[in-house]
């Protein structure tokens, strides 16, 4: 009974672990997609650096299809936590900043709850595919998508202050988005995280006080296999910026192939399989009144079929 008033007063109930695989959350991801939302459009095709041919050289030897959502999973965001994260942390008619867009999901979702986005984007492929699909779903107010380089931001047409950040940062050197030489995932780690925490200070600055920011990220390994500790280093790049950590939250992702993988990983290495993403709540100011400023949770009233 608690929890189902928890559903009703909150769409989900706000506990700090997200369950991603339960059937109440895939049911509603696909009302989502159902809209017709496809982020994975524009993305490269081997994200993960080679990733997906091997999954698919592994599949091959064992009389299997790879499945491309399998692989593309760490890639697509998921619009169930994107209409969580607006709903909670953002306040209807607000403006909402995304210095990390990729793909088309964050600004979809943005104009359907009646959101202002702003996206940049490095990709004009990228860019060019969401334009496309927000048009031909008719989402009103259209989101914005820009090309820019999110260490730039001030050179790339942002103006005015903004009443959310909702971001997924790149992991690092983990996908490569483009080719782009100036694509912070083609930068070693230790350039990837200078300029990194530089498109945060920029972010931050053009953030309203009393507001909240969430960056969805999660920790991701070196070559030697070593974790790089991103979510760490996520938070104290947000420290910098003035921003209060407020909220850790746990995305439990759908687990796909891992469970064939993971014998050989962790016999080999003792690397546990990961399946969980990190949701990192921030707030500019003061919290209460970033609440006020939000009002109340209103979900997203799917149209009648």
Not at 19 to 30: G, S
Not at 77 to 97: H, I, M, Q
Request: charged share 25%.
């Amino acid at each position: 009974m608690a929890s189902g008033a928890l559903y009703d007063s909150f769409i989900y109930p706000p506990f700090s672990v997200l369950d991603a695989r339960a059937k109440w959350w895939q049911d509603r991801k696909k009302k989502w997609l159902a809209l017709g939302i496809n982020s994975g459009k524009g993305r490269k095709h081997d994200l993960l650096n080679g990733y997906a041919d091997a999954m698919a050289r592994w599949s091959s030897s064992q009389g299997k299809q790879a499945e491309p959502a399998d692989w593309m999973a760490k890639s697509v965001f998921d619009p169930v936590l994107t209409e969580l994260c607006y709903a909670w942390f953002s306040p209807v008619g607000g403006r909402v900043l995304d210095p990390f867009a990729g793909g088309s999901v964050r600004g979809v979702v943005a104009g359907l709850m009646g959101r202002n986005y702003l996206g940049f984007d490095i990709s004009q492929e990228q860019i060019e595919e969401n334009r496309k699909q927000a048009k031909a779903l008719a989402v009103t107010p259209q989101p914005i998508w820009k090309k820019g380089d999110a260490v730039r931001l001030y050179k790339s047409g942002l103006r005015g202050k903004f009443d959310m950040i909702l971001t997924c940062p790149p992991y690092g050197d983990l996908e490569r988005y483009s080719d782009d030489p100036n694509d912070l995932s083609n930068m070693p780690y230790d350039l990837f995280l200078g300029g990194f925490r530089q498109s945060i200070k920029d972010a931050v600055a053009r953030l309203e006080d009393d507001r909240f920011a969430v960056f969805v990220v999660g920790d991701f390994r070196d070559k030697k296999g070593h974790t790089r500790g991103f979510v760490a280093d996520t938070i104290a790049a947000c420290k910098d910026a003035e921003l209060h950590f407020y909220n850790d939250g746990v995305l439990l992702t759908a687990i796909g192939s891992l469970p064939m993988r993971v014998r050989g990983m962790f016999e080999g290495s003792r690397k546990l399989g990961k399946t969980h993403q990190n949701v990192l709540v921030f707030v500019k100011g003061d919290p209460k009144r970033a609440t006020e400023a939000v009002g109340h949770v209103e979900p997203y009233h799917f149209p009648d079929n």
